[in-house]
């Protein structure tokens, strides 16, 4: 279980498109086997392709990927 503290990107409690934003908690961190077949990504399904997946994790975890290490991350996910 991991908590990626999301919250540190938005105001909780507030309200968008009539839902109130709240902090996710611990999440399951899933298995990354098979993971090309299993799309959209996330509990809650809000990145729609691998690559969105990385450039999530590139800008949460701030470790500033390069172009070239996003393409690799995928192309391993994609051989899982
Ligand atoms: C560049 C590095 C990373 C990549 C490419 C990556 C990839 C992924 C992918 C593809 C998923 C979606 C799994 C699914 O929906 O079935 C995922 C989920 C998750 N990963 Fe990572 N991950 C990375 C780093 C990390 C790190 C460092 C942590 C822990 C500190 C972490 C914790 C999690 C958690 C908690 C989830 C579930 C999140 C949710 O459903 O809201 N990941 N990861």
Same mark, same amino acid.
């Given at each position: 279980m991991h908590d990626l503290k999301l919250e540190r990107f938005y105001k909780p409690r507030?309200? #968008?498109n009539d839902m #109130?934003?709240?902090p996710d908690g611990p999440i399951k961190t899933f298995t990354l086997r098979g993971i090309k077949d299993t799309p959209?990504?996330?509990?809650d399904g809000r990145l729609m392709t691998l690559a969105d997946t990385v450039e999530f994790f590139n800008l949460v975890l701030g470790v500033k990927l390069t172009q070239d290490e996003k393409d690799d991350l995928v192309a391993y996910m994609l051989a899982l």
């Amino acid at each position: 279980m991991h908590d990626l503290k999301l919250e540190r990107f938005y105001k909780p409690r507030r309200t #968008v498109n009539d839902m #109130v934003e709240l902090p996710d908690g611990p999440i399951k961190t899933f298995t990354l086997r098979g993971i090309k077949d299993t799309p959209p990504y996330l509990h809650d399904g809000r990145l729609m392709t691998l690559a969105d997946t990385v450039e999530f994790f590139n800008l949460v975890l701030g470790v500033k990927l390069t172009q070239d290490e996003k393409d690799d991350l995928v192309a391993y996910m994609l051989a899982l």
